[in-house]
């Protein structure tokens, strides 16, 4: 059984909740009207430390993740260049 999703709106440079995924696969999705960079990160440290995982994503986007490892927490980190909101899930 997953965690409780992770939703929100960007409107500005910021970070969203932390989720923890709990081993296996998890989903993200990026959606709105918006010319910013919006980056994936995880943390094997309960939120010490954040690591980039891939390039960052621009443009609206769904992907499937894969997360081999127990207690692995991953956010989205945006950083705004205009546009009016960036729509984001991270759930398990």
């Given at each position: 059984?997953?965690?409780?999703?992770?939703?929100?709106?960007?409107?500005?440079?910021?970070?969203s909740?932390?989720?923890?995924?709990?081993?296996?696969?998890?989903?993200?999705?990026?959606?709105?009207?918006?010319?910013?960079?919006?980056?994936?990160?995880?943390?094997?440290?309960q939120?010490?430390?954040?690591?980039?995982?891939?390039?960052?994503?621009?443009?609206?986007?769904?992907?499937?993740?894969?997360e081999?490892?127990?207690?692995?927490q991953?956010?989205?980190?945006?950083?705004?260049?205009?546009?009016?909101?960036?729509?984001?899930r991270?759930?398990?």
């Amino acid at each position: 059984m997953g965690t409780k999703p992770v939703t929100g709106t960007f409107t500005g440079t910021a970070n969203s909740a932390a989720i923890d995924t709990n081993r296996g696969y998890f989903n993200i999705s990026i959606s709105g009207t918006f010319n910013s960079s919006v980056q994936l990160q995880r943390s094997f440290d309960q939120g010490s430390t954040w690591l980039d995982v891939g390039a960052a994503i621009t443009a609206a986007s769904e992907q499937v993740i894969h997360e081999p490892e127990a207690d692995v927490q991953y956010r989205f980190s945006n950083t705004w260049t205009s546009g009016t909101s960036v729509i984001y899930r991270i759930s398990q």
